[in-house]
């Protein structure tokens, strides 16, 4: 029972230290690098930066667990995929949800019904979409010559 107290709280500890440590890097990288760019060559960096980022990740997975690269690259571009479609398309349903119970539960009309869009323009969401794209398209052209 303690032994598990003490993991817990050790992770808990590691994952607050972990956030905070990325916040003060996030912090002096805007300060001192973002802050001298122009909009546009902000989004270009943090665009490449997310797809660096995510090509690195895989590349380590793949050395650390001995597996091919081209098949951790199909796995991570089907989960990061995943990861950024999904949330933007249930959102709208529970936000519909919400408004449909307090519209006639409690008589509250909180606007309009959405309809379902497409994610946003965010950087880090542009990053991942390219990533995922160009390593479905990767690991498809690898594997088309089995196919056919």
């Given amino acids: 029972m303690i032994v598990k107290f003490l993991a817990s709280f050790s992770f808990l500890v590691m994952a607050v230290l972990f956030a905070g440590v990325l916040s003060k890097v996030s912090s002096v990288v805007e300060t001192r690098f973002l802050s001298k760019l122009s909009a546009r060559e902000q989004r270009i960096f943090l665009i490449g930066g997310t797809v660096f980022l995510e090509s690195c ?23 990061l995929l995943a990861l950024i479609w999904l949330p933007a398309y249930f959102r709208p349903y529970q936000e519909n949800a919400s408004r449909t119970i307090g519209r006639f539960h409690r008589g ?14 965010h950087p880090f ?14 690991v498809f052209a690898y594997y088309f010559s089995y196919v056919t």
Avoid: Q
């Avoid at 895989?58 to 989960?79: G, P, Q, R, T």
């Avoid at 509250?108 to 323009?121: A, C, F, T, Y």
């Fill in 125 to 138: 969401f542009i990053g991942t979409l390219i990533f995922c794209t160009v390593g479905l398209l990767t």
């Fill in 57 to 79: 990740l895989v590349m380590l997975l793949a050395k650390a667990n001995e597996w091919s690269y081209i098949d951790s690259l199909f796995v991570a571009s089907l989960l």
């Fill in 108 to 121: 509250l009309h909180s606007g309009e019904i959405d309809i379902h869009k497409s994610g946003s323009r």
